[in-house]
């Protein structure tokens, strides 16, 4: 009887031991994801490029780091947009030539990446391609043609620009089509609490041009400010196959500030 009375109370310890390291184990991975969630939620969100309509400045397959704090937080902020407040804590506005991810206005859900051109009360215009701004053409720059191989591998020779705004920011843009749909537009007239955003890409961006598809983006559709690529593979090669990375990588492009 002595023996099995041991015998059952060693299964016992035996048994609660390892409901202890379960419940351990589950704490730790409970912690992993709220300080996950934290991170991602108030710091800096990881966002991949799906399109070229930022091109050169992001191309896709570019992995890159948002900063979650830059203009403050919204519903947007926060996983599943729950409806826990409106407008913003902590706001601040974004500059103009900020990379910005934002929610696309028509849905409230897709995530969108363009660059901030005009601000609340700006008059945005396009004449035969050049920027206008309030009454005043941005200057623009041609400079050396941007090289873009194909999978085929046919070079691809394409006209590019520098930009610069009226605060001195200045990126390259580029120009696939001399005289394309939206190289001249009506004036736009930036709402309050607006922004008026543009790909670099000008003639392969869906953007605030197209007012039914994109518009003006309010302020509270702001996630954050693009700051670094911290990650890039060629067009149509998967992030996850580590064995190819010698090959598909893009060395270069890593860690490039935004």
């Not at 994801?33 to 939620?41: C, E, G, N, S, Y």
């Not at 929610?103 to 609340?120: E, H, Q, S």
């Amino acid at each position: 009887m002595q023996r099995q009375s041991e015998g059952r109370g060693a299964v016992a310890t035996a048994k609660k031991k390892d409901e202890g390291g379960f419940l351990e184990t589950l704490k730790v991975i409970t912690h992993a994801l709220l300080i996950a969630v934290v991170i991602r939620t108030m710091l800096f969100q990881p966002f991949s490029i799906p399109s070229g309509s930022m091109k050169e400045t992001l191309l896709v397959g570019d992995y890159l780091f948002v900063s979650k704090f830059s203009y403050g937080y919204s519903k947007y902020s926060i996983p599943f947009s729950p409806p826990l407040f409106s407008g913003r804590i902590w706001g601040a506005s974004p500059e103009r030539g900020d990379v910005a991810v934002f929610k696309l206005p028509a849905d409230n859900a897709t995530d969108y990446i363009k660059r901030v051109i005009g601000m609340p009360g700006d008059r945005i215009q396009m004449i035969d391609g050049v920027l206008q701004i309030n009454g005043q053409a941005v200057p623009k720059e041609r400079i050396d043609d941007w090289i873009e191989t194909e999978p085929s591998g046919r070079q691809v020779r394409v006209p590019r620009f520098r930009e610069t705004l009226p605060n001195g920011v200045t990126y390259e843009t580029l120009d696939l089509v001399e005289n394309g749909f939206y190289d001249n537009t009506p004036v736009y007239e930036v709402p309050a609490n607006h922004y008026f955003m543009m790909g670099d890409n000008r003639d392969n961006s869906t953007d605030s041009r197209v007012l039914s598809a994109v518009g003006y983006v309010p302020y509270e559709n702001l996630i954050g400010r693009a700051e670094v690529i911290f990650f890039s593979v060629e067009e149509g090669s998967p992030a996850w196959a580590f064995w190819a990375w010698p090959w598909t990588v893009r060395w270069s492009r890593i860690l490039t500030p935004l």
